[in-house]
């Protein structure tokens, strides 16, 4: 049985997600919540603490909880927003079931139905491949994923737009791999090419929900990961 900041949360998450209240707008105030649920304020105060720390909502003083913009920061960025002097092409989407092979790789169960595809990102000016990436998606999420839509509007903003889901975080692990693949040289058009940087991980929803499992080759000299590290 969910706990009652767990309803709450729920219930005002559902509020966003079917637009009921628009960025920008107030949410019920935690006297009506107290009221509508027959909480006390413990509960409640939680839920919207963990709206704040998703970076959903702001506190305003003399408001209540506001409802965030588009949320900006440094944890993950559309290949768009990262290199918005290119372009890219998706190919090669695909339906396929979840193995016990693939599973292990990507962490959805066995079972699981799911699209797979390919990206690649250019340089406008130059046409020199950026990276290469290859991605598996859950069907029940991205339903009627088309080439089209991803090539028009790529896939951050079908998450955005089509689906129900919210993107709150990544994992992932960044390596060297050397460049030994002949298909993936190819792919980059540099038979010179001695590695690659990669960045391999998952995407995932603010419920905890496996969004994507994506894998990408960058060409070094375009590999750049700002970060800020905190001594604990």
Known sequence: MNKKWEIVFDYLMHLIRENKVQPGEILPSQNMLKTKFKYSEQPIRIAFNKLIELQIVKPVNGKGYVV????????LFSFRELFPNSINRYYELKETIVDSKLSKLTNFYEGTEVYFFKCVRKDKDTHEV?????????????KNLTLNYLNENGLMKFIEHETPSKVSHSSKKIYFEEANNKE???????????????DEGNVYGIFGELL???????????????FIEWRK
């Open 212 to 226: 994507e499992y994506r894998i990408s080759r960058y060409k070094p000299k375009y590999f750049k990961w700002d």
């Open 68 to 75: 965030q913009e588009k949320i900006q920061n440094n944890l």
């Open 130 to 142: 950026i990276l290469y990436q290859e991605s598996y998606v859950p069907k029940s999420i991205y």
């Open 184 to 198: 993936l040289l190819h792919i980059f058009s540099d038979e010179t090419l001695s590695g690659f940087i990669v």
